[in-house]
């Protein structure tokens, strides 16, 4: 399994950004797509998750101005960022969780960076 992100960029305080995570090879149907992100001297943190069924979940700091969504048909997920803030600054990484018979296994891409200036 490769995820592709992309999306990322420079951005005023205020505005928005959407960041695609392109899934290649296969997965089975029961998984859990995330972004977590990892600003600098931090540690990486959840932003986000979306269920195979479409159940989501998101960090209190990003409630109401992010959207995660995914395209089962495409194999894709996607992070509408929307009123962002300087301290939304990070790397942001797209994660993939699939159950098979029972085992949870975890596959993450490369990062794309958002920078938010104020």
């Known amino acids: 399994v490769q995820l592709q992100a992309s999306g990322g960029g420079l951005v005023q305080s205020g505005g928005s950004l959407r960041l695609s995570c392109a899934a290649s090879?296969?997965?089975?149907?029961?998984?859990?797509m995330g972004w977590y992100r990892q600003a600098p001297g931090k540690q990486r943190e959840l932003v986000a998750l979306?269920?195979?069924?479409?159940?989501?979940n998101y960090a209190d700091s990003v409630k109401g101005r992010f959207t995660i969504s995914r395209d089962n048909a495409k194999n894709t997920m996607y992070l509408q960022m929307n009123s962002l803030k300087p301290e939304d600054t990070a790397v942001y990484y797209c994660?993939?969780?699939?159950?098979?018979?029972?085992?949870?296994?975890?596959?993450w891409g490369q990062g794309t960076l958002v920078t938010v200036s104020s």
């Open positions: 994660n993939v969780q699939p159950r098979v018979s029972g085992r949870w296994f975890e596959y």
């Open positions: 979306i269920t195979n069924y479409g159940t989501t």
């Open positions: 090879g296969t997965f089975g149907s029961d998984n859990v």
